[in-house]
C-alpha cells in the first residue's frame, strides 16, 4: 500500500522544472524531461538514442568539449556525482549542470549518468543587482569624497593665499561631506543589517505620542520654523513596544522627507485603531505620482535631485517591518504626500522573555 502511495506522489520527471537527460550504460540517451525542449530546444524525439556528446553538445570556459574532459563513464570508480558547473551550448547560452553517477554498488561500473540543466537567468540577474549595487555605493561614497579632497588639496597647496574667512569656508564644506559620508555609511550598514535580517531592535514601552513630540522639537531647535508642523497626537494612547532609537530614526527620515520633497505644513497625527498604533506624516508638496508609488520603498530609488540617497525608505520600512508593522503611502484627497505607519501594541516578544526568565535572578 505504501510503495502505491508514494508512486501516487512520486513526480513524474516531466513535473520537475530542470531538464532531466538520463543516459545508459552504452553512453546513449535512455530518456529525458519535458524541460528538456526549453532549456536545450530539443525534447525526446530527438534526443533518445542519441549519444551523449551529440545530444548535450556542452563545453566548458575554456572551450573544451565537457564530456571529454569529465569522461563520466571512466574516471575514478568512487565518483558519485559531479558538482554544479556553468557550461555553454553551442548556441553561446549558458546552463548549470550537475549530475549524477548512478553504480550497482560502490566501485561498480556506472551504470547510468543522470545530467540536470538549468537555465542560468536567474543567478545572472541576482549577479547583475549584486554589481549594480556595488557600482552604486561607489559611485555615492565618491561623490563627498571627490569634494573633500578638492578642499583639501587647494587648500593644502595654496594655504597663504587665502582668507581666514575663505579657509573656513572650505573648512565648512570639508566637514558637511564628511557627515553626509557618515550618514550614508550608516545607512548602508542599516540596509545590509536589514537585508540579512540581523536588525537589532531593544524595544521598551514607549509613548509614540511623546516620541512624536520630540522628534519635531529637534526639527524646530535645528532651525525650522514651528508654524509648520501641525501636531495631532492623542495624550491618553497606550504604550508600544518599540526601539525608541529606531522609531526616531523612522520619524526622522518622514519628517525629513517632507520638508526635503514635500511643502506646506506637515501634519503628524497619533492614533489608536483596531490595528494598533497609527502614525501619519503628511505634506502638501507635490506628492508622489502614482506610477512611482510603488518603486520609493526600493533601494537607492529618488525621485528628484534634491540630495538624498534614495535609501531613506527602503531603510523606514525595514525598521517599520521589524516592528511587526507596516507603512504604506496614502495620499490625501487633497494632494500632497502622506506616509501611514500601523504599529502592533502588544510585544508577544517581551511576554514570552518573561516566562523565560530564570528565577534565579
Ligand atoms: N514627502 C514626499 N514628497 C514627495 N516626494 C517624496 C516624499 N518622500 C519621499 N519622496 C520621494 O521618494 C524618493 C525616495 O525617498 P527616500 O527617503 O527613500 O530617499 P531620499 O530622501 O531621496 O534620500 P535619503 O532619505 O536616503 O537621504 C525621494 O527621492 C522623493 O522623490
Ligand atoms: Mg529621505
Known amino acids: 500500500m505504501t510503495a502505491d502511495r508514494v508512486d501516487d506522489v512520486a513526480p513524474d520527471y516531466d513535473e520537475i522544472p530542470d531538464a532531466i537527460v538520463v543516459v545508459g550504460a ?19 524525439d530527438e534526443m533518445i538514442g542519441l549519444p551523449l556528446a551529440d545530444a548535450l553538445p556542452l563545453s566548458d570556459a575554456a572551450g573544451r568539449d565537457w564530456w571529454q574532459v569529465t569522461n563520466p563513464f571512466g574516471g575514478l570508480s568512487t565518483r558519485t556525482r559531479q558538482v554544479e558547473r ?15 553517477y548512478v553504480r550497482a554498488s560502490r566501485g561498480a561500473p556506472v551504470d547510468r549518468v543522470v545530467i540536470c540543466l538549468r537555465g542560468t537567468e536567474a543567478r545572472d540577474r541576482a549577479e547583475r543587482e549584486h554589481a549594480d549595487l556595488i557600482a552604486t555605493v561607489a559611485h555615492e561614497l565618491r561623490s563627498p569624497l571627490t569634494g573633500i579632497k578638492g578642499f583639501t588639496a587647494t587648500l593644502l597647496a595654496k594655504w597663504d593665499r587665502f582668507s581666514e574667512d575663505q579657509r573656513r569656508l572650505m573648512l565648512e564644506a570639508v566637514d558637511s561631506d564628511a557627515d553626509r559620508l557618515t550618514r550614508l555609511i550608516a545607512e548602508l550598514l542599516d540596509v545590509a543589517r536589514i537585508d540579512a535580517g540581523r536588525l537589532e531592535l531593544r524595544r521598551v514601552p514607549t509613548d509614540l505620542s511623546g516620541l512624536v513630540r520630540k522628534r519635531v522639537e529637534a526639527r524646530v531647535v535645528a532651525g525650522v520654523d514651528a508654524s509648520r508642523f501641525a501636531l495631532n497626537a492623542s495624550e491618553d494612547l497606550p504604550e508600544v513596544w518599540v526601539d525608541p532609537d529606531k522609531m526616531g530614526q523612522v520619524l526622522d527620515n518622514l519628517i525629513e522627507n517632507a520638508l526635503r520633497h514635500g511643502d506646506g505644513t506637515i501634519t503628524l497625527t497619533v492614533r489608536q485603531d483596531p490595528d494598533g498604533l497609527v502614525m501619519s506624516v503628511a505634506d502638501q508638496g507635490p506628492g508622489i505620482p502614482p506610477g512611482r508609488a510603488h518603486r520609493i520603498f526600493g533601494r537607492f530609488w529618488k525621485g528628484s535631485d534634491r540630495g538624498g540617497t534614495g535609501l531613506g525608505l527602503y531603510v523606514v520600512n525595514g525598521i517599520v517591518e521589524g516592528h511587526g508593522g507596516r507603512i504604506a503611502l496614502v495620499p490625501p484627497p487633497e494632494g500632497g504626500a502622506r506616509f501611514v505607519v500601523v504599529l502592533p501594541i502588544g510585544d508577544p516578544v517581551a511576554e514570552l522573555s518573561v516566562g523565560d526568565t530564570d528565577p534565579a535572578d
Not at 555553454?88 to 549524477?100: E, F, I, K, M, N
Open 86 to 100: 556553468v557550461l555553454q551550448l553551442p548556441d553561446g547560452r549558458y546552463v548549470l549542470a550537475t549530475a549524477s
Open 26 to 44: 552504452d553512453g546513449l540517451v535512455v530518456t529525458c524531461n519535458a524541460a528538456t525542449r526549453r532549456v536545450l530546444g530539443a525534447g525526446v
